[in-house]
């Protein structure tokens, strides 16, 4: 049966309620089965306009085939622009232009990624291209304005108009960029087409405001602002992000040839990258010399268990108890020793003084310097440091009617965090994700002992180490997998992401090539962590049909929205030993 509906509609973010009040079910169909009476169905009928449509009023056409499965449907829409092709893309047509674009693909997904030659069998290869073709089939062109607050306007105001193209997490539940999930999504498109990574760096280059920041979540439009929750929509001109994209910038630098026109761009881009590095080193800082605080935490500390770092990108990832300004975060440390050393291959390539940014990789490169900063010995691990105490639980406070108050008027219970013990300044007893930045972004020398301890806590069960991949928090931590409010499911508390597992392996990787005490060690948990993850992301993905946003740690089963091909999408670099 065929419906369809010509109507106005103020926006696509409002086409759902314009089909829902058309919807009826006055119609019927015959059934499959001829002996049997008409069926009903729901289908598309009328829907009244305002008398009056504005000017943001598009004209629409939306259309419905209602059919009983299984069955095949071919739909297509031409322009009248197109003249070259001598008939419609369609039936026989269409079926060789598609055996012709996929035996393309086959083709180029061999010479870039050879897993054929790595023993992978067909229906792996078949997985690996449907993460790669699902990456880059949700890169999209966006346009319209942030909301933006800071100290200079307490009320949100809308920046200028401006599009981004960019890879998004998800299609379905995260349409949408994300800065630090856009440097690891381009690691992969590099792989793929250097030059669609170069048009997503310009793009989100060219979003930075003349402070040097960017936008850490892109909200752009009412469209886009119709998806996403009212306290996530308003960003702040202080709130960073990790510079994910000085990630991809290495990768892409890496080369063995740098082309002409890369080299343009980069000249054309070098001053932005200098003020987005400036900004860092300007609202990031510590108070100590080389050290970095995340601005941005929830400073609620009677509704969080552990006030959240959205920031940072790890969320709840337990942090100091107690926000303040005396606290270090390691992470954070690491991406800018990560940014100065990319300055400093720019400014090489483009014959650019680097000398600052020299003094500034070598200093946040002294493994002596981190160690004061950021090791515990009690933790035996890399750790933040600020005011913090473990001893505290959610708890549910009940309050009582005051004296001739009536009880229906009494809120009702909620959860609240308790401190038991008194915070004082202190390395936080946190083992996860964070603890490892030093070696996930091989800022450890080869020969450093912490590289040893660290390969401990990253093989021992009772810790990090999972038959599916390294667990974002250890089973140890007191915050292991508990919730953070009352409708906050733990998030990067124990579940396995896989663009830390990329970090984890592409480290080990590089530990594995160089001399040192700890280079057979490092090959052995490369060889068995790469293997876990390949088999369980296969695996989930052969009885889901689907990558994940995260993967159980007890299960090793999907988990979070699907289909999720970000950065679980690395899972290509992984088969294909592409570091």
Known sequence: SYNHLTTVCPGLHHITDVVRSSVSDRFTHPAPDASSSRRRYFGLDSYHPPSHPGADHSHIVIHQVTMYLPTQVEMLFESDSFRQRPGP??????????????????????ERFRLEEKGFLPEQVSFA????????????????????????????????????????????????????DEGFHLLLVARWDRSLAWQSLAHWLDLMNSDGWIPREQILGPEARSKVPAEFVVQWDENANPPTLFLALRQLLASATVSSEELQFLHKAFPRLQTWYDWFNNTQ?????????????????????????????????????????????VDLRCWMALASE?????????????????????????????DKLHW??????????????????????????????????????????????????????????????????????PD???????????????????????????????????????????????????????????????????????????????????????????????????????????????????PFTGWSALIVQIMAEEY
């Open 89 to 110: 893309l369609s039936g026989a047509t269409f079926s060789a232009e598609l055996k012709m674009h996929k035996e393309n693909m086959e083709e180029r997904f061999q």
């Open 376 to 445: 515990s010995e009690r933790l035996g691990a890399y750790a933040d440091y600020g005011n913090h105490t473990q001893n505290v639980a959610l708890e549910w406070e009940r309050l009582r009617p005051a004296p001739g108050q009536d009880p229906r008027s009494v809120p009702p219970p909620r959860l609240v965090r308790v401190v038991r013990k008194s915070p004082k300044l202190q390395f936080v007893g946190a083992l996860g994700y964070v603890s490892l930045f030093p070696l996930l972004l091989q800022i450890l020398s």
């Open 129 to 180: 291209q449907a993460a790669l073709s699902n990456m880059l089939g949700g890169m999209g062109y966006f346009y319209g304005s942030s909301l933006v607050r800071s100290r200079h306007n307490l009320e949100p105001v809308s920046y200028p108009p401006a599009p981004l193209y960019t890879a998004v997490p998800s299609r379905s539940f995260f349409p949408r960029g994300f800065l630090w």
């Open 448 to 562: 450093s002992p912490k590289v040893g301890r660290l390969m401990d806590h990253l093989r021992d069960a009772d810790r990090l180490w999972t038959p599916y991949g390294i667990r974002s928090l250890s089973k140890s931590s007191p915050l292991f997998l508990q919730r953070n409010t009352e409708h906050d499911p733990p998030y990067w508390r124990g579940p396995i992401w896989i663009n830390m597992n990329y970090l984890v392996v592409r480290a080990l990787h590089r530990y594995s090539q160089v001399d040192g005490p700890y280079r057979e060690r490092a090959l052995g948990l490369y060889r068995e962590l790469r293997v876990n993850l390949i088999a369980n992301l296969y695996r989930q993905y052969k009885e889901s049909g689907f990558l994940w946003e995260q993967y159980n740690d007890q299960t090793g089963r999907g988990q979070g929205c699907h």
């Open 285 to 329: 800082n510590g108070l100590l010399p080389y050290s970095y605080r995340w601005r941005g935490r929830d400073r609620d500390t009677l509704q969080f268990l552990n006030p959240k770092t959205l920031t940072s990108g790890l969320d709840d990832y337990p942090r100091a108890s107690h926000p303040s300004d005396d606290e270090r975060h």
């Open 342 to 370: 990319v300055m400093v291959t720019i400014c090489e390539l483009l014959g650019e003084d680097g000398q600052r940014y020299k003094e500034s990789h070598k200093a946040l490169t002294d493994n002596s310097l981190l």
